[in-house]
Structures are given as structure tokens and as C-alpha cells.
């Protein structure tokens, strides 16, 4: 004799989905953005910690060129007039003669112009570029005095400290623009 089984629940299951098994629950609407999310920042954290690394190991780029970026305000100056040296004529200082009119033999004509009250003379040359305003540029603060001499000596001119001549044999450079007056 054949053995009849009870009908229950479990047997007229409505398959609705091609998943099988009852360990698996449906996935989640939205679940891939929470880790494309991660993916996203912790490429990010990587991108900037690589660049900053790269910022602080390299040679190219050094901090100061973003201190104009990051400065903090300082308060207003004093009303004491900043201490300048006296304009003297120095014949241990080096002058180079960069000639940065465009016209020719201007950096000739202003060395030995110099050369006769005094100075020692290093290069006269052609600057790279032409700019409108004479500059006297010194690289130590203690040549200040030397330069208000070139200064003086020509008549005309704007000194500057700065290291951007640093690393020439003259501790000035004297860069004639054209507000030359010949």
C-alpha cells in the first residue's frame, strides 16, 4: 500500500526569485555606493599623503613658496623709522653689471662710469630680460651700505636684498633698466 503524505505550508512554495537555499536575504538597494564610498576615500587619503610626501622629500618645491598663502596677519608696524645704512663706496664689493635696456654697450659704459669713482668691477653682460626700473640687488644685509653707494654713485635706482644673485662671484649686482639715462 502506498503511504499518503499530510499536504503543508512547504510544499506550494511560489519560487520567486533564481536564488536558492534560505540563507540568502536579497541584497540591500544602494549596498555597492557604501563601498564605492570607501574605495573613494581612502584613494583620496592616499593621493594626498603621496603629494604631501612628495612636497616635503623634494627640492623643487619648498614650503616658502606657499607662506604668502598661509601668512598670518601681523599687526600694524611701529611709527620708529627702520635703520638704514649710510651710502658708501666700497671697493672690496664686487659689482656685475647686467645690462637689461635692450641697447647695446649700456653695461660697458655704466661699468666704467663706476669703475672711475671707486668700484671694482666683476661681468658686464646682458640681462636675460629688459625691465623698465634700475635695481641694485645685494645678497647680505651687511652690504646694504655698498649698495646705497652704487646708488648714490649712479644717480638713480631701487636697491633690493635679495639671494637671487646669490650665488655669483659679486656681492652686487647692478641691473640697468630702461630708466637709463645714458
Avoid at 564605492?36 to 583620496?44: C, D, K, R, S
Avoid at 663706476?114 to 668700484?119: M, Q, R
Wanted: hydrophobic content about 40%; glycine content about 10%.
Amino acid at each position: 500500500m502506498a503511504e499518503k503524505n499530510e499536504q503543508d505550508i512547504f510544499d506550494d512554495l511560489v519560487i520567486t526569485s533564481d536564488r536558492r537555499g534560505v540563507h540568502r536575504a536579497p541584497k540591500r538597494p544602494g549596498a555597492g555606493w557604501i563601498k564605492f564610498a570607501w574605495a573613494a576615500l581612502a584613494t583620496g587619503v592616499l593621493v594626498v599623503g603621496g603629494v604631501g610626501t612628495l612636497i616635503v622629500t623634494s627640492d623643487s618645491i619648498s614650503m616658502k613658496d606657499f607662506e604668502s598663502i598661509f601668512a598670518v596677519p601681523t599687526t600694524a608696524p611701529s611709527a620708529t623709522p627702520k635703520p638704514t645704512a649710510a651710502p658708501t663706496i666700497d671697493p672690496a664689493s664686487v659689482v656685475n653689471v647686467l645690462n637689461a635696456t635692450g641697447a647695446t654697450g649700456v653695461a660697458t659704459a655704466v661699468g666704467d662710469q663706476l669703475a672711475a669713482e671707486g668700484w671694482t668691477i666683476g661681468a658686464k653682460s646682458n640681462a636675460s630680460e629688459t625691465t623698465e626700473e634700475t635695481f641694485i640687488y645685494y645678497g647680505n644685509p651687511s652690504l646694504e651700505g655698498a649698495a646705497r653707494g652704487v646708488a648714490q654713485s649712479l644717480g638713480y635706482g631701487t636697491i633690493k636684498l635679495t639671494d637671487k644673485y646669490i650665488e655669483s662671484s659679486a656681492a652686487i649686482t647692478l641691473v640697468i633698466g630702461t630708466d637709463y639715462a645714458g
